[in-house]
C-alpha cells in the first residue's frame, strides 16, 4: 500500500494512480495541540520522505468555536505538488452556527422559516393541480410559465 518506500519508481506509480490500481492514497496523522509537537511531527514525516516521496497532497484540517457569537468554523487547507515541481494551495473556510435555535428570537426565526416552507410546498402542490385541472393549456400561458420559472 502507501507506507512502502525505499522504491521511487514505486511512489512515482503511487502518485499517479498506478500502483495496484490504486486511485487514492490516504493515511490520517492527527497533530498535537502544541505547536512544538506539531512541528516537530511534521519534520519527523519530512526527514523519512513520508511527505513528498509518496504522498502528492497534504491536507489540514481544523476546527475553531467562537462562544461570544456562538459560530463554528472549519478550515481545510489542501496543499497538492503538481508534476513539474509546481504546488496547487486550495483553503476553504466554511463557518456556521453550531447552536441555530437557543433564543425566543431564534424560534420566531424557526417558525418563520417552517412557515415559509410550508407556503413554498403549498405553491408547488397549486401549481401541479392548475396543471392537472387545464392540462396543455396551462403552458399557453406566459404568466404560468413565469410562475413555473420562479418555482
Known sequence: GCSQSGNSSFADNIRNGTAYG?????????????????????????????????????????????????????????????????????PSIQTFRLFQYQTAADFVQMFIHILFLLLYIYNILYEIWNINKDGRLYFSSFWNILILCSI
Open 22 to 90: 490504486l486511485a487514492a492514497c490516504v493515511t490520517t496523522v492527527d497533530l498535537p495541540r502544541d505547536a512544538g509537537e506539531a512541528a516537530s511531527v511534521m519534520d519527523f514525516l519530512q526527514q523519512n520522505h513520508w511527505i513528498l516521496l509518496v504522498s502528492d497532497t497534504l491536507i489540514l484540517r481544523t476546527n475553531f468555536y467562537h462562544p461570544n457569537v456562538k459560530l463554528f468554523s472549519t478550515v481545510v487547507i489542501r496543499l497538492q505538488y503538481i508534476p513539474g515541481g509546481a504546488a496547487r494551495l486550495q
